[in-house]
Each structure stands twice: as structure tokens, then as C-alpha cells.
């Protein structure tokens, strides 16, 4: 099995700095993409950053310039720095890891459970 687990989300201030953490651990060969996503109440579940195998990465226009997704392969853990944070930021965050198992080349999309940001003062 793989495990997805977030973590880091908590309650800040307007303007302030947050850390989020995610480690994929379980059956897993290699991590290729993996990213932070954002789903408020009744919306879809939207891309908030993401980061290929490479070092290549995406962020969604409302949080460019403000967050900065980076990863460490030999933890296959991603991490999404947070700054200038403001009350529409305010959702639960999930991550996603894109894995193969070991002696397959079949690559399977796992989510964590999410966390919760807060955004207020």
C-alpha cells in the first residue's frame, strides 16, 4: 500500500508564512509528479502547485510569486512554502503523489488525506 500524509496546516495570520509537508512512503518503486492541490466546499478540486520528476514546476496564478513548491526525492517528500498568505487561501490542501510499484511501470495518482489552512486574524 502507499501512504500519502500531509502535513503543517494550522491557523496564520493574514500576511503571514506556512509551511506544508508531504511524504509518500508504502509499496512505491519511484515518485514521478507531485503537487498541492485546493478543493473549497462544493468546488472542484483545483492545482495549486505541482513538480515533475525533473525539478519542473507549475503554480496556479493566484499563488504565483507568493508559493514555491520544491521536493526532496530522497525522502519522496514535497513541500509547498507558503508566504504572503491571505483569507482566500483558506481551504483544505491535499497532495498528490504520481507512483509506480515495484516490477511495474504502471504509474497510479495518490492522494493524502488533506489539511486544513486557515487564514485569519
Known amino acids: 500500500q502507499v501512504q500519502v500524509v500531509e502535513s503543517g496546516g494550522g491557523l496564520v495570520q493574514p500576511g503571514g508564512s506556512l509551511r506544508l509537508s508531504c511524504a509518500a512512503s508504502?509499496?512505491?518503486?519511484?515518485?514521478?509528479?507531485m503537487g498541492w492541490y485546493r478543493q473549497a466546499p462544493g468546488k472542484q478540486r483545483e492545482s495549486v502547485a505541482t513538480i515533475t520528476s525533473g525539478g519542473s514546476t507549475n503554480y496556479a496564478d493566484s499563488v504565483k510569486g507568493r508559493f514555491t513548491i520544491s521536493r526532496d526525492n530522497t525522502k519522496n517528500t514535497v513541500y509547498l512554502q507558503m508566504t504572503s498568505l491571505k483569507p482566500e487561501d483558506t481551504v483544505v490542501y491535499y497532495c498528490?503523489?504520481?507512483?509506480?510499484?515495484?516490477?511495474?511501470?504502471?504509474?497510479?495518482?495518490?492522494w493524502g488525506q488533506g489539511t486544513q489552512v486557515t487564514v485569519s486574524s
Open positions: 498528490n503523489a504520481e507512483v509506480t510499484h515495484p516490477q511495474s511501470v504502471i504509474r497510479y495518482n495518490y
Open positions: 508504502g509499496s512505491i518503486s519511484r515518485v514521478y509528479a
